[in-house]
């Protein structure tokens, strides 16, 4: 008999026995192949970076420590999308988001600090210029006191070696890198954007050691993520702007370019432009 | 087996009182952004508890608004716990504004309930004369502290005097409201048993099984019992913790640190012991011999920077209390002892969310950033709905909410909104729009005419600078007309989706001719 899985899962939350991994923060399903044990060890540092999508791929990775009642703070990320991090899952009660003041580099190190023990993740602007002793020290109280650090680089990947996986300054423990983003939805002039097929890899030190992928939908239809089938199995179906089998999702299409023909042949007062 | 007979004083809306308001002024105490106390003549123009402050002031410009500052009603209260401890030395502060006394003593001594009733009546009511408040308080007496409290609420600028044994009739027509218990006086409504009577006519068991631990709680109290069986014998010595002060502390948050450290070890040891108080008995003593005691309510719910908490508010209360009362040497000697033990049966904790030690954490942190910061640079989220992505949640000072309750969405948020942009959301909001320039094949900017007719395909997109992505595929345009009914806030847009062949997705509007950088899908 298949048990729900919200049911497994609150088993799993009252169970006396406290396993291995159990005291690392859970992380969403379609996220659980790519990490050890498919939790987040707690005192970790997890770099995410990646050309497109590294933004969504940090929202994804707090959504299942956030709802199993852990806080989220985001530091020095001002232009985060709060209506994306609310539909993919983050719960926005156990969400705070700080601003560094810009012109004071001096004071970023002690408010990070400030938060590494207070809340379980702590997401950070990974392209801000901290000294690397102040990046040590603060790896090191995450260590100490069990909250997970995720530095972000979005943008044409964070800097990476092959030995010391690292984003931006920090050198991770974990690292969470999105490829290959392609949209689906959008045509010549009418769709929306619905879903994003994105590789994300990921490589890192001791028992993450050996490199993972895994194709997820980031963010699927609902703005969630969800695992995806090989990018190979369904390229043809996945050409961008293609129009191959009909589906449900082009009759939805279709149905929204209708109501924009219709939108426009009303009227309307003043110029727009 | 009957509740102890107990007085109840009860300042109403204390807060405000503490502020240093006069009752015919217009004042407010809020907290959060909440009001939680108004002066009569604020109420008498409709503010009331619980409103916005800018909906406080709204129905009454003049009012003058209050931060909240516990210890600051706590600090006031002392000079009323003072003017207590003529009847008897053990009075229970639960918060400030209500303070409680068994009467078994006073009472006999007094000429009886009535009488004493009258006469702390009269002391207080001089206490309050000297703020500008008299004839606000009220007196209860009753079997027990909840009984007696309602009775000190129902007398209102008076006095009652609930008969021995009358518990259960005169609670019996009151709301369920009054329980203090939100969620299950909803319940208890929808269920029909309106009146604490009705409720207390259930069978304990059954209420047992429907409602739980808590419920058990709230049945007793419905039916004029105490909230558990007072305990009979006096708890373990051994439980008590003290501290002595060497060299003697001077300054109160000297004190106060000490205090925190006790407290986690009384803490410890009734952990260790499996039980939980209900009450602790703070007793400091000074060089000079003076000792001051004062009972705290704790129900088990304090933690030991609460307890700590009490000490500052108790000692900075008898620093600034009647002169005559008032300490002459430093503290030597700190005592935390619990009063009233009983095996712990555990506190229920929600069991969606609600309170809990992550929370208290992640609120302590915060905390400490908007010190480093200022208050102004932790926002949380609140959802307010709205078409752009940047309308849908909005973000307010952390300042301003209580961080890690469970906030209300406003109305709209969860209001269709016609013309908004479809899910998923944008990932990337920038706090200001970025001015760019959609052109067509030929390198004319495109223009959307007010039917919402564009004048040509978009090809491509100059971010900023040399940044110039090639058009893919696009959608749009989306108008959006919003407030055209308010001149100053309407607005008139049109929105395209764009997918550049770098794999990258914006969205862009144009308003008044300009385009604009309003979101990345990253």
Redesign the interface.
């Known amino acids: 008999m298949a048990v729900p899985t919200e049911l497994r899962a609150l088993a799993d939350r009252v169970a006396p026995v406290a396993l291995a991994r159990d005291r690392g923060l859970p992380v969403v399903e379609a996220l659980q192949p790519l990490v050890p044990d498919a939790v987040l060890t707690r005192g970790s540092v997890v770099g995410v970076t990646g050309?497109?999508?590294?933004?969504?791929l940090a929202?994804a990775l707090a959504v299942g420590a956030s709802r199993a009642?852990?806080?989220t703070?985001v530091v020095g990320l001002?232009?985060?999308?709060?209506?994306?991090?609310?539909?993919m899952g983050v719960v926005?009660?156990?969400?705070?988001?700080?601003?560094?003041?810009p012109h004071d580099p001096a004071?970023w190190a002690?408010?990070l600090a400030?938060?590494v023990?207070?809340?379980?993740m702590v997401v950070v602007d990974g392209r801000l210029r901290l000294r690397v002793g102040e990046i040590r020290r603060l790896a090191a109280r995450a260590r100490e006191r069990g909250s997970v650090l995720v530095p972000v680089v979005?943008g044409p990947d964070g800097a990476r070696s092959p030995r010391r996986p690292t984003v931006g300054e920090w050198t991770t423990d974990l690292t969470l890198s999105a490829t290959d983003?392609?949209?689906e939805g959008?045509?010549?002039?009418?769709?929306?954007?619905?879903?994003?097929r994105v590789t994300v890899v990921a490589e890192g030190r001791g028992r993450a050691a050996r490199a993972r992928r895994a194709d997820l939908w980031l963010?699927?239809?609902?703005?969630g993520v969800a695992p995806a089938a090989p990018a190979s199995a369904v390229a043809a179906a996945a050409v961008?702007?293609g129009r191959g089998e009909r589906d449900t999702d082009d009759v939805l299409e279709a149905a929204v370019a209708r109501t924009?023909r219709f939108?426009?042949?009303?009227?309307?007062?003043?110029?727009?432009? | 087996m009957t509740a102890v007979r107990t007085l109840v004083l009860w300042c109403p809306h204390w807060p405000v009182v503490a502020a240093g308001a006069a009752p015919t002024e217009p004042a407010v105490v809020v907290r959060a952004n909440r009001v939680v106390a108004a002066t009569p003549a604020a109420r008498a123009e409709g503010v009331g508890a619980g409103q916005r402050r800018r909906e406080a002031q709204g129905r009454c410009p003049a009012v003058v608004v209050h931060e909240h500052d516990e210890a600051r009603d706590v600090r006031a209260f002392a000079a009323v716990a003072a003017a207590l401890e003529r009847y008897t030395p053990r009075i229970e502060l639960s918060r400030a504004g209500t303070a409680a006394f068994p009467t078994r003593g006073p009472s006999r001594y007094f000429g009886g309930d009535t009488a004493l009733a009258a006469a702390v009546w009269a002391t207080v009511d001089d206490v309050m004369e000297e703020w500008g408040w008299a004839g606000t308080a009220g007196v209860g007496v009753a079997d027990g502290p909840f009984p007696a409290a309602l009775a000190a609420q129902a007398a209102a600028s008076g006095m009652e005097v609930v008969e021995p044994g009358g518990s259960p009739s005169f609670l019996a027509p009151l709301p369920v409201g009054t329980l203090d218990r939100p969620d299950l006086a909803d319940v208890l409504v929808r269920l029909g048993l309106r009146t604490l009577g009705a409720f207390g006519a259930l069978d304990a068991a059954d209420v047992v099984a429907r409602f739980g631990a808590d419920g058990r709680t709230a049945h007793r109290l419905a039916r004029g019992l105490d909230e558990r069986p007072p305990a009979t014998s006096p708890p373990p010595r051994h439980l008590a913790v003290a501290a002595d002060l060497d060299p003697p502390a001077e300054r109160v948050d000297v004190a106060a640190f000490v205090a925190k450290g006790l407290a986690d070890e009384l803490h410890a040891r009734l952990d260790a012991d499996g039980l939980s108080c209900r009450r602790v008995v703070v007793t400091v003593e000074t060089e000079q011999g003076e000792v001051h005691e004062r009972v705290w309510r704790h129900e088990g719910a304090l933690g030991p920077g609460a307890v700590a908490d009490r000490v500052r508010w108790q000692l900075d209360g008898w620093l600034n209390g009647p002169t005559a009362r008032r300490p002459t040497g430093g503290v030597v000697r700190l005592v935390i002892s619990p009063d009233e033990v009983t095996a712990a049966t555990g506190r229920q904790l929600g069991f969606w969310?609600g309170e809990?030690a992550?929370?208290e954490?992640?609120r302590?942190?915060?905390a400490?950033?908007q010190g480093?910061?200022g208050p102004?640079?932790?926002?949380?989220?609140?959802?307010r709905g709205g078409r752009g992505?940047a309308d849908?949640?909005?973000?307010v000072p952390?300042a301003a909410v209580d961080?890690?309750?469970?906030?209300s969405a406003p109305a709209g948020a969860a209001a269709p909104w016609p013309g908004r942009v479809?899910?998923?959301?944008?990932?990337?909001?920038?706090?200001a729009p970025a001015p760019v320039e959609v052109r067509d094949v030929e390198g004319r900017v495109v223009?959307?005419?007010?039917?919402?007719?564009m004048s040509a395909?978009p090809a491509d997109i100059v971010l900023a600078g040399r940044d110039v992505g090639a058009v893919?595929?696009?959608?749009?345009p989306?108008?959006a007309?919003e407030r055209w009914w308010d001149p100053e806030a309407r607005r008139?847009?049109?929105r395209l989706?764009l997918?550049l062949t770098d794999?990258?997705?914006v969205l862009v509007f144009?308003?008044?001719?300009?385009w604009w950088l309003e979101?990345v899908?990253?």
């Open positions: 050309g497109l999508g590294a933004t969504s929202l009642g852990s806080w703070v001002p232009e985060l999308g709060l209506a994306a991090a609310a539909e926005l009660d156990r969400l705070a988001l700080v601003a560094l003041p004071t002690p408010v400030a938060l023990g207070a809340v379980d979005p983003a392609r949209w959008l045509a010549d002039g009418h769709g929306y954007l619905r879903r994003r963010p699927t239809a609902g703005g961008p702007g924009e939108l426009r042949s009303v009227p309307a007062g003043a110029q727009v432009s | 969310g809990s992550a929370t954490r992640a302590r942190g915060l400490r950033v480093l910061l102004d640079a932790v926002t949380v989220p609140e959802p992505p849908q949640v909005g973000r952390a961080v890690g309750e469970p906030r479809p899910a998923p959301a944008p990932a990337v909001v920038p706090a223009t959307v005419d007010g039917r919402g007719a395909p893919q595929a696009w959608a749009g989306w108008p007309e008139r847009r049109a989706q997918q794999g990258r997705a144009v308003e008044g001719g300009r979101a899908y990253d």
